[in-house]
Each structure stands twice: as C-alpha cells, then as structure tokens.
C-alpha cells in the first residue's frame, strides 16, 4: 500500500495529496456516498459475467474431481467423475450456452444506457 502511495504521489503530485486527505484508507465514509445514475440490472450482470460464472463452475469442478482422485481409492480419472461434479459442470455448461446464445442472437438481455 505504501508503494503504491509513493507511485501515486509522484505521478499525480498535489491532486494526489488533496484527494488522500479527504478519503479515508481502511473505513469508508458513507456520509460522502452519492447514488449511482443507473439502477442495479440483474440482466447486465448475467450478460456480461456469465463466461465468469462458468469459469468458477470449471474450476470447483475440477478442484473436486481432483480431491476424489487423491482422497479415494480410484485408479484413473474416469473413476473420480461423481454425479454432483457432473450436475454442476453439465448443468453450468447448459446456462452458458444458452446466455451465450441469447446475448449473440437476440436483445433479450440489453439494458438501455449500458
């Protein structure tokens, strides 16, 4: 943090300075909170997330199947494919490629003003 504050502090000098006086470092001052001008839009964040969201789904899928690997007595990679690795990853596979299908082909997921 303090390096980054030296960098700071020679780049953008006394503009630098006077904004760190007024903005605390740890502890937010929610007196200073201003609203956003857009709402929250549940469908902006599952257009632009969800290659994220199936990601995540990839990577505890294979944390899992490698932690059965290693924990129980299986002798290959195919012998540690459980049904809940196979719900989750199938099921994540599924809602990606119909989010993907519907972000590519379709406006259902368009927000005005994003």
């Known amino acids: 943090m303090f390096a980054e504050e030296q960098f700071l502090r020679k780049k953008f000098g ?3 300075l006077s904004w ?3 903005v605390p470092a740890f ?3 929610f007196s200073g909170y201003k609203k956003p001008a857009l709402s929250f839009s549940i ?3 599952i ?3 969800y ?3 199936f990601g995540i789904l990839v990577i505890f899928s294979v944390f899992d199947l490698v932690a059965v690997y290693f924990n129980e007595p299986v002798s290959n990679f195919m012998e540690a494919i459980r049904l809940p690795q196979i719900i989750l990853f199938g099921g994540g596979f599924i809602f990606y490629i119909l ?10 997921l368009h927000v005005d003003g994003r």
């Open 43 to 45: 469908r902006n964040v």
């Open 14 to 16: 006394e503009a630098y």
């Open 99 to 108: 989010v993907r299908t519907i972000v590519k082909t379709t406006k259902l």
């Open 27 to 29: 502890i937010p001052k």
């Open 47 to 49: 257009k632009r997330e």
């Open 20 to 22: 760190a006086n007024s």
């Open 51 to 53: 290659p994220s969201l």
